[in-house]
């Protein structure tokens, strides 16, 4: 018997539910999850705070988008302003709005978390047939070099060049016509995300899916949560429309988010050991803009299908990088050119000759780099604090000259930095001149659409948040499967990793309510 979508904003009573599972929210780990679960004969409610989505809500517009599908209407910023963070906040989560890009989890990577944090169990032969399973499902696979819209050519052109590593990524994609509007939502249904793939399947096995509806808290008793409690929301500028929705189940998952997780753990009042929001991850990013002579029109085709890790690792001084190029749709790109007046508009009217290539750096892998800190806003909301340190400051410089250097050999009339004022160079000989700039909060632009981190998975109860399993420190009924266990960031895109970590953590999950995957 198939399930339903129930929107809270609909609703004139309040409204109760039961099920074995519940799980909070629908992005890339609760989704997955909730299809294994339901695909055993698990009872599950997932609830999520955005909207429910389809391909015909997707109009192609940035100014419907972001209010739409993104956190704070894409607007949300670390709490002293200086990184901006592009969450999703819809039926899908971020997999609505990212750029498709995906990767299995580095083996490096597992070994750190097994070695320095005592994850347990965690391992890439371990994982392998979960990456299996969701790479079939979701139609994971490599995106043709020729295929390469102009804009990652020159990423991938300009560090052949300079015989650095670079190659194609991998998309969950499917039909995809490679219109390059990825963030905005897929209008035929081309990207593989949770509201195509793995939320219907849940649904046709019997999930029921509330959507407008923002938990408040999970109310708890000793060491068992006993209810989901949240609010029925028209929109995300809405007030609460005063009708509650409560769901009691046997086992509770909170899968919403590196940022959200946290929060809603605190208001709740989970905090054993005083760790949950510590260790949050960012990935955070810096830009640079290439002008060509002729056009690039970065708005148009996959907008990420090309990278490079020849500086993942990290060295002496400095944290570990890698560049991917960014899609130059016009709201995005006005948000972040420094210009205003005269200048603005002719940056705008250019725009069809301008590159995004950006550096991801790898943050959390450090002695002393803990990332950030979710606490919360009065009023409950999410407030993330990440400071910049002298290591990632330094790091910053370091990698914004590689991106100048790229963009210049790949054949750029000039390459601009993001700063408050910034600096056009137009050759390799005024590289230089870079080094007279200054780096960190407010200095120039940095944004992030990676979040990691919050609830840390591993093995010692004073340092982590949740253990190896997936559950929370001293609560018997509560797991934890998103992003925000990953004890470091990546050094990839996150999104396969969760999916495979959903896909893993099923089994756990599953146990709690008597049954055996």
């Known amino acids: 018997m198939s399930g339903s979508i129930i929107d809270a904003a609909t609703l004139t009573k309040p409204l109760e539910l039961t099920a074995q599972v519940?799980?909070?929210?629908?992005?890339?780990?609760?989704?997955?999850?909730?299809?294994?679960?339901?695909a055993a004969g698990v009872s599950v409610v997932m609830v999520e705070a955005g909207p429910w989505i389809s391909k015909e809500d997707f109009k192609l517009r940035e100014e419907q988008a972001y209010g739409l599908m993104y956190q704070d209407r894409g607007t949300r910023f670390t709490g002293d302003g200086s990184i901006g963070i592009l969450q999703g906040r819809a039926a899908g989560g971020g997999t609505a709005i990212n750029w498709t890009t995906c990767y299995r989890t580095p083996d490096h990577?597992?070994?750190?978390?097994?070695?320095?944090?005592?994850?347990?169990?965690?391992?890439?032969?371990?994982?392998?047939?979960?990456?299996?399973?969701?790479?079939?499902?979701?139609?994971?696979?490599?995106?043709?070099?020729e295929s390469a819209n102009a804009n990652n050519r020159k990423l991938l052109d300009g560090a052949r060049k300079l015989g650095w590593q670079a190659g194609p990524t991998k998309r969950n994609v499917k039909g995809c016509v490679n219109s390059g509007y990825c963030g905005m939502g897929c209008p035929v249904d081309g990207k593989q995300a949770m509201h195509v793939t793995y939320i219907p399947d849940a649904i046709q096995a019997g999930m029921n899916l509330v959507v407008n509806c923002p938990i408040d808290r999970l109310v708890h008793e000793g060491s068992k949560v006993t209810a989901v409690v949240g609010q029925a929301q028209a929109n995300a500028d809405s007030e609460p429309l005063g009708q509650a929705v409560t769901i009691r189940a046997e086992t509770v998952v909170v899968s919403g988010g590196a940022?959200?997780?946290?929060?809603?753990?605190?208001?709740?009042?989970?905090?054993?050991?005083?760790?949950?929001?510590?260790?949050?991850?960012?990935?955070?990013?810096i830009g640079i803009l290439g002008k060509?002579?002729?056009?690039?029109?970065?708005?148009?085709?996959?907008?990420?299908?090309?990278?490079?890790?020849?500086?993942?690792?990290?060295?002496?001084?400095?944290?570990?990088?890698?560049?991917?190029?960014?899609?130059?749709?016009?709201?995005l790109a006005a948000s972040v050119l420094p210009a205003m007046g005269d200048a603005a508009q002719k940056a705008m009217g250019e725009l069809s000759h301008f590159s995004a290539l950006i550096a991801l750096h790898i943050d959390g892998f450090a002695p002393g780099d803990d990332g950030g800190t979710v606490s919360l806003?009065?009023?409950?909301?999410?407030?993330?604090?990440?400071?910049?340190?002298?290591?990632?400051?330094?790091?910053?410089?370091?990698?914004?000259?590689?991106?100048?250097?790229?963009?210049?050999?790949?054949?750029?009339?000039?390459?601009?930095?993001?700063?408050t004022r910034p600096l056009q160079l137009k050759g390799k000989s005024d590289l230089e001149a870079l080094d007279g700039l200054a780096y960190g909060a407010h200095e120039h632009f940095l944004v992030s659409a990676h979040q990691m981190g919050g609830?840390?998975?591993?093995?010692?109860?004073?340092?982590?948040?949740?253990?190896?399993?997936?559950?929370?420190?001293?609560?018997?009924?509560?797991?934890?499967?998103?992003?925000?266990?990953?004890?470091?960031?990546?050094g990839v895109n996150p999104s396969q990793t969760i999916y495979g970590l959903a896909h893993y953590g099923a089994e756990f999950v599953a146990k709690s309510v008597g049954v055996s995957l």
């Open 22 to 38: 519940a799980i909070i929210g629908s992005g890339a780990g609760g989704s997955v999850l909730a299809a294994r679960l339901t």
């Open 109 to 145: 990577v597992l070994d750190h978390w097994a070695h320095q944090h005592g994850v347990e169990g965690l391992t890439s032969a371990v994982l392998e047939p979960h990456f299996d399973t969701v790479e079939q499902r979701l139609n994971i696979f490599e995106w043709p070099v």
């Open 259 to 285: 940022l959200n997780s946290p929060a809603l753990l605190l208001r709740s009042g989970l905090n054993s050991n005083g760790r949950v929001g510590k260790r949050t991850f960012l990935h955070p990013v």
């Open 292 to 331: 060509y002579a002729d056009p690039v029109q970065g708005f148009y085709g996959a907008p990420q299908s090309v990278a490079s890790h020849h500086f993942a690792k990290p060295e002496a001084g400095r944290m570990g990088f890698f560049f991917e190029a960014a899609p130059v749709h016009p709201m």
């Open 455 to 490: 609830c840390a998975m591993g093995r010692d109860e004073d340092l982590s948040v949740v253990d190896s399993q997936f559950r929370l420190r001293g609560m018997d009924n509560v797991f934890v499967v998103d992003g925000s266990v990953f004890p470091t960031s990546l």
């Open 377 to 419: 806003r009065p009023g409950g909301l999410p407030k993330l604090d990440y400071p910049i340190s002298d290591v990632f400051a330094r790091t910053l410089k370091i990698s914004h000259r590689k991106l100048a250097e790229l963009t210049l050999e790949a054949g750029a009339e000039w390459a601009m930095t993001l700063h």
